[in-house]
């Protein structure tokens, strides 16, 4: 006696908050086939797009993030820095300075970086409320919106860090590489630069979290 078969067929659909069955499993893919840009995206903190509540004002105080990360290969003496963040803010400060080390030591990037969690540096990059950005780049009014650099450290303000600007449509990932970069860039000696031509390339140097003046958004100081 033959027996029936049973077709199930799974509907799933992103837009649907129900529950549905799980599909089958299949192979997870090689890690090296992932983009560097998801990959740093994931280790940051919270998903590019998903809502996170920065406070406008944490504890007003930066920690140092411990461990210490190597340079990428090459012949140049690398650049020594390291990482803080201020307490009370949601995001993981390993993850950050996972991100952060992978932007400067990207290809594209300033040179070769090496991360250290004591003095002497050239720099630091700091992730920092609204509220602490602000007092950081005094005098530069910033609004509660903005970054800078204040002389020894490239302030990141979580703000920006957590949503990004229309400007780069959405592309989170794209726009933490920017700012690091631009940031890090006053902290070696580059000043600001203005679009060079409308449908171009923007400068990492431009001031992209103000506006691309006719500029292709683009994160890195050598694409």
């Not at 803080?84 to 030591?105: K, S």
């Not at 171009?200 to 500029?215: E, I, N, T, Y």
């Given at each position: 006696?033959?027996?029936?078969?049973?077709?199930?067929?799974?509907?799933?659909?992103?837009?649907?908050?129900?529950?549905?069955?799980?599909?089958?499993?299949?192979?997870?893919?090689?890690?090296?086939?992932?983009?560097?840009?998801?990959?740093?995206?994931?280790?940051?903190?919270?998903?590019?797009?998903?809502?996170?509540?920065?406070?406008?004002?944490?504890?007003?105080?930066?920690?140092?993030?411990?461990?210490?990360?190597?340079?990428?290969?090459g012949h140049?003496?690398?650049?020594?820095?390291?990482?803080?963040?201020?307490?009370?803010?949601?995001?993981?400060p390993?993850?950050?300075?996972?991100?952060?080390?992978?932007?400067?030591?990207?290809?594209?990037?300033?040179?070769?970086?090496?991360?250290?969690?004591h003095?002497?540096?050239?720099?630091?990059?700091?992730?920092?409320?609204?509220?602490?950005?602000?007092?950081?780049?005094?005098?530069?009014?910033?609004?509660?919106?903005?970054?800078c650099?204040?002389?020894?450290?490239?302030v990141?303000?979580?703000?920006?860090?957590?949503?990004?600007?229309?400007?780069y449509?959405?592309?989170?990932?794209?726009?933490?590489?920017y700012?690091?970069?631009?940031e890090?860039?006053?902290?070696?000696?580059?000043?600001?630069?203005?679009?060079?031509?409308?449908?171009?390339?923007?400068?990492?140097?431009?001031?992209?979290?103000?506006?691309?003046?006719?500029?292709?958004?683009?994160?890195?100081?050598n694409?």
């Amino acid at each position: 006696m033959r027996l029936p078969v049973l077709l199930v067929v799974l509907l799933t659909s992103a837009a649907c908050g129900g529950q549905t069955a799980p599909p089958a499993p299949q192979a997870a893919p090689p890690t090296q086939h992932l983009g560097q840009q998801a990959r740093a995206a994931a280790a940051s903190g919270p998903k590019p797009g998903k809502r996170v509540k920065v406070p406008y004002s944490a504890s007003g105080r930066y920690a140092v993030v411990k461990g210490r990360a190597q340079p990428r290969p090459g012949h140049r003496p690398p650049v020594r820095y390291m990482v803080e963040t201020e307490r009370g803010l949601p995001f993981e400060p390993r993850a950050f300075a996972q991100a952060v080390h992978r932007t400067l030591n990207d290809p594209r990037g300033w040179g070769r970086f090496q991360r250290v969690d004591h003095g002497p540096v050239r720099l630091s990059v700091a992730l920092s409320s609204p509220r602490l950005t602000d007092r950081q780049c005094l005098p530069l009014n910033t609004g509660g919106d903005l970054s800078c650099w204040d002389g020894r450290r490239s302030v990141i303000n979580a703000v920006r860090w957590a949503r990004g600007v229309p400007q780069y449509h959405g592309d989170l990932a794209r726009y933490r590489h920017y700012v690091i970069n631009h940031e890090v860039g006053h902290g070696l000696g580059h000043s600001h630069r203005s679009c060079p031509g409308r449908g171009r390339l923007a400068p990492v140097m431009l001031q992209q979290s103000k506006s691309l003046d006719g500029c292709r958004p683009n994160p890195w100081p050598n694409p």
